[in-house]
């Protein structure tokens, strides 16, 4: 794997447990629309491989045509981004 693909691939999967993470503990959501237009290629290649190769990520979650980058990556790999926990 080229060094940028790996570099891609790791800030993709940072950027998908930051949001896990600052969502369930009631943080500012870290994945901004600029970084999500900037991981939107490797995601469209690597969700859907390591999805079908290795049953890592969860299926696509359907959002509408008009979500913004961040909410189309999340959705992609399997997030909800309307998601939020549970009060109480």
Do not use: N
């Not at 629309?33 to 290629?41: F, I, K, P, R, S």
């Not at 079908?52 to 999340?74: E, H, N, Q």
């Amino acid at each position: 794997m080229p060094a940028a693909q790996g570099a891609a691939v790791a800030a993709l999967d940072a950027a998908v447990h930051g949001w896990d993470i600052a969502v369930a503990t009631g943080q500012r959501l870290p994945l901004a629309d600029a970084l999500a237009e900037g991981l939107e290629g490797v995601g469209a290649f690597l969700i859907p491989f390591v999805r079908d190769s290795f049953g890592k990520f969860t299926a696509a979650v359907p959002v509408a045509d008009d979500a913004g980058p961040a909410a189309k990556l999340l959705a992609l790999s399997g997030r909800d981004p309307r998601w939020a926990p549970a009060a109480g």
